[in-house]
């Protein structure tokens, strides 16, 4: 009697309980991190937290329970999309069936190493559980090489769909699948309907969007399911997706002008299949690289790649005998087959070849391919020995030429548009693979989170309002003060313009006089502008002078943050003079410091003159890390005149290949007197370590220090013609593989 009547108790009690709870909590809503943590505390299978609208600053998210199938426990924002996850913060959840939705984490970063965590701790999982309808907005941390991960999945059968993320500025991978205990592993994880906006390119390695596994782990089985997805200039690095487990499927996505690959890095058994890459020929647009043993690619479409190498549109690699665990496996049973290849202009094989790299693919097919392009007669390169690779029934277009023998055929050229406006071969060749229908499998619209805009607006320079700024001190920095992105500065022809502050530059903007007498701008301080997180500055028909500016050593006109930026900046000076930046020594043009990155540097039509630093001192990142400061740097058209240092230095040292740049273009220019003075480490008026694509033309030295090349791995293009050099040392270079013609030396 006693029990029943204990048992009776209990139950009273329990259901007064509930009964407070449902009303206390009127479906859970939290206004605090205390409610929440004291809401978590009690939660039964069926119950709901609700998120308060508003925002949530400096806020460690632990949900922890334990749901049942058909009652899950809900982690939701009161209105998705009207939560705001700030500041330093993150969410991690661990147990089972769970769902968290419409949450933003925007303005902030997160303490840990991740923002959203499907574990609590090492040993506490989460599983049967989904993130859905949130978003991750630039939530980067500040510091560009400080790692983190936005989203890390553990445990197995969770589900992460219709989640939005964007424009992840530090290093880290966007979304990891991690596989790092048993727990961990045949996990069958579903990814899907999200919306990946844009991620610059970060100038290292660790920039990729997606990582399933790490080599550690990659002989073991994930199976995690990637579809439907919608990757949108996703750049980063080359590795857009790195799946590095086994059993992996990749069906339906979408690439749009995204610099990189899908790549089975590590791990077998992977099915690539009905995905489309739309390169629309933007630079460094790649597609699917084959490393391993038993991966099948097919029915994929790709359009308008234009990368070379290890980002061409396919590649098979070759590998390293008896493979460590981190290096390249041999492909081994390996198709490529039925893809549609249009407007494309490479296909590598037993790509990467090298004394290491030797083990060449075996029992590999290539079949059925239809690959029509223009651009490259000669798409394909063959590394080495092929014999392990079969061709059958691939067509080209005939203009086109292959150094394969046998399996190609040659058909006119006949890509237009289809009904669903992308650029197809005729239907009877697409009938003749068996490819289907040409239709993009999934919208941008469909993925993503529902409230939030797949729009990331990228501010670019005059692309806002106009204002004049007045000849006198400061009005330039006040001008700046009130400008906004993309607007103009439009000062006085002729006008004198004095700084005796700073000049901060926070977001996209332009500088300039109109055609006719130059507006000259002087200063008073160390630095005439500086580039802030976010700056990016056009400085056209102006004339600079260093004739105001402190007597010490060590300025610049124009400056980097002295701190990281997890941002990229631009910087383009048109129709400029430049001159007597010799009031003391280590004058400098521009000065960088580590950790920042241009996506491009251009000088074009522009007289520099007199000056006792360098130009362009693009060498801050020494630690032979791969890691570099500029992308794109072009020198068109201009004179330099008496420069003491180097008018260019760019260093990318180290041997990763998993970056684009540094990419260089010189023509049309002179160097006069450059690169000769004593405090110029160089020795050289241009010095290009490491730089991956190198073109210098219809150029002369007179009187300078010499050219320097130092070529590193990566095959980088070099090409110098048409140049002249009068009483200037000879090219000094590490070895000879680049190309010179019609150089004289006087
Ligand atoms: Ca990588």
Redesign the pocket.
Known sequence: MRIISGLHLTTFFLILVLCSCANTYAGNLVRTIEEFDTAIATLEPGDEVILANGTWTDVELKFKAEGMPDKPIQLKAEEPGKVFITGQSNLRISGSYLVVSGLVFKDGYTPTSEVISFRTSKNDLANNSRVTNTVIDRFSNPERHDTDTWVAIYGKNNQFDHNTMIGKGNRGVTLAVRLNTEASLENNHVIEYNYFGPREILGS????TL?IGTSHYSREYSNTVVRNNYFDRTNG???II?SKSCGNVFRGNVFFESQGTL?M?HGHHTLVENNYFLGNRKPNTGGIRIINEYQTVKNNYLYGLTGHRFRSALVIMNGVSNSPINRYNQVVDSEMNNNIVIDSDNIQLAAGSDEERSATPIGSSMSNNVIMSKSNLNPFTVYDDISGISFEGNVLNEEADVPIEKGFSKAPYSVTENEHGLRVPAQSLIDQIGFGEVKLPVAKEETGADFYPHVYKVVTPQSGGTRSVAAGTNTIVEALENSKPGDTLLLENGGEYLLTKYAAIRHPVTIKSESGDKAVVRSEKSSFFLIENGGTLDLENLWIDGAESPDQAGNSVISTSKYSMNRNYSLAIRDCRVTNLDVNHSFDFLKVYKNTFADSIEISNTEMSNITGSILSLDKETEDLGIYNVENLSIEASTFTDVQGSVANIYRGGTDE?TFGPIVVVKGSEFTNTGMGARNKSEASLKFHGVQKLHISNSEWNQSAPLELHLTNGEPITAIRDIVMKDTGEIRANNDEYKIENATYK
């Open positions: 390695n660790g920039g990729e990582r690095e080359l590795e790195s790549t890095r998993s």
